[in-house]
């Protein structure tokens, strides 16, 4: 497999991209393509053992940063190493490509100029795979790239949703929920009430609303909201998260005895801590558009980027484009019928 | 004061309600009006040395379930005890009433059948109090009472959380915020923009918007958001906080060190619980209606019942209710002023 990696993407570029990048090629045997500064990704390389590895360099002298405005990106750098990365994989030159980088960017340059949408697929949706408490993962979105979203998108991201859990992360039959105020089927926004009146009728294992914490617990694998829902959700939990471990962390410190009992549990706290590493997982694909993408935090280390291209190398193996692409057709097939 | 309590509210009612009725009664000194059945009621005080404390017993056969629904309970069960109890703050009989009932039911009664609404209150909104790292406390509203809310009507929760976050908690020219996905103007839904586009012309401290992250650590006083997503929003912090703590105490269980590592640091760990403890703050105001309401948690302990009465003597002694209705006169005033 050829994976194509954003070199320029990650908040401390080339340096975890180009370490992640070569763990991945020493651990999973695949073509790694790094795409960026030649002379900067080159440096790295030399930090390294590489032989056998490998690992091609694709130059780019021009690079996205955090602070670029999605909406001029595609055309104010058109040969960003997004760009060049995306694609590659248009060309059949990469069978997948991944980025920490711009999320906005990312999604705008994939749906408006290179990749494009899959057939049928009416917005993209930004998904995240979450680890939950039991070890497995769960997938939510949209969670950024529509902050509006119409009843008919949401079903699509259920639809795409459902595949990647099956095809991506190799569930059996998930589960589909929608993110809401309470589990009841009254419960929800004019949104929610709509998009689960109509889910209740597809044939996908849809289970109704759910809430945070059944979500936390894995009672269901796909779960569908808006993004700008998705999005606060998702930073929620990670603001409660990192705000309890800084807590612990400084009362901890203030004293001599819990300094003392911190080191003994500090194993049990790195279990923990690994339990809802996101970079456990490190990264999740932009649904819909016609090529495997998989987005990873921009603060990721090595091993999130080496875990990013795990999961895209986990799509391209499931046929992720394509069974989103006949998933999507099987949809509008079953609704155009109950519409005669 | 005098401050009639939902004895019938919690879910462990009557002995969570009617012990921290006393703890109340013992630390403020005010007149507690207990509203239930009067024999379980009189059971649970006969249990502690109620000597000197002033303690009235109202006695209602009627109680609200949490799995009442709020539309039908102000017409189903008219003799309640939040009805009743709502009563007595509607003929001035006491100043507030607190329950850790049926939150909904709560704000369908008092809306509705009892107090109804301040004047110029188009919609009441569900707050939180949220005790945040640096020991400050912030508001968040509207945290479920309307899942589609329109701007006219954020705007008013913004007006009344300022007042609250100054007239009941004390804070001086509070900041408001909007939550959204993201600190920049541009971010955020329609809803958010057309919010963000009339706040920046009111005269209330309003800082734009504000993400997660940055509301747990204090950097806005007063969240603005509509029902839906305040209600997922307090109930992603409640479910990653949850989460974590029984990860830590089921890895640390599992592992002897850790033990006695836990044992040496409980101290510190209790020190963060108790940061993060809802109960500590023990309720939040129904804003809007025309009488101080204060709701708590349906789990509440004692702790939290007595700490939800203090909030009602905070908001009571604060003259909440004037300051409000003077406040959104002054608002639609200034708007009337900027449409000639």
């Known amino acids: 497999m050829r994976i194509a ?50 690992l091609d360099v694709i130059h780019t002298n021009e690079a996205i940063f955090m602070t670029d405005k999605p909406g001029i990106v595609g055309k104010s750098k058109p040969t960003s190493s997004m760009h060049i990365g995306m694609k590659l994989v248009k060309d059949g030159d990469a069978d997948a490509f991944v980025t920490a980088g711009n999320t906005g960017a990312a999604m705008a340059i994939a749906t408006l100029f290179t990749l494009r949408r899959i057939p049928g697929v009416k917005r993209p949706a930004l998904s995240s795979v979450i680890r939950v408490s039991n070890d497995r993962s769960i997938v939510l979105l949209d969670i950024g790239a529509n902050a509006d979203s119409k009843t008919e998108w949401l079903l699509q991201f259920a639809v795409m ?44 294992n849809f289970i109704g609303n759910i809430e945070p ?76 558009v016609n090529g495997v993408v998989i987005i990873g935090h921009g603060r990721s280390n090595a091993k999130a980027i080496k875990n990013a291209i795990r999961q895209a190398r986990l799509a391209v193996n499931g046929g992720l484009i394509h069974a989103i692409e006949t998933g999507l057709k099987n949809v509008s097939q079953i609704n155009k019928e109950s519409d005669m």
């Open 5 to 54: 990696l954003d070199a320029m993407g990650s908040d401390e570029c080339p340096v975890p991209d180009v370490t992640g990048a070569i763990l991945a090629a020493r651990e999973f045997g695949d073509t790694i393509l790094l795409v960026g500064d030649k002379n900067r990704i080159n440096q790295e390389i030399a930090k390294h053992n590489t032989k056998a590895l490998q």
């Open 161 to 204: 949703g459902k595949i990647y859990a099956a095809n991506g992360l190799g569930l059996t039959n998930p589960r589909v929920a929608l993110l809401a105020n309470g589990e009841e089927e009254e419960k929800g926004n004019q949104l929610i009430h709509e998009t689960h009146a109509l889910l209740k009728d597809m044939d996908l």
């Open 213 to 288: 914490k059944d979500m936390l617990a894995g009672l269901a694998d796909v779960i569908v909201c808006d993004g700008f829902v998705g999005n606060i959700t998702i930073k929620s939990f990670e603001a409660m998260g990192s705000t309890l471990f800084n807590l612990l962390r400084s009362e901890i410190k203030q004293d001599p005895l819990a300094m003392v009992g911190g080191l003994l549990a500090q194993n049990a706290f790195r279990r923990v801590y690994r339990k809802v590493d996101p970079f456990e997982v490190g990264g999740a694909p932009l649904l819909g």
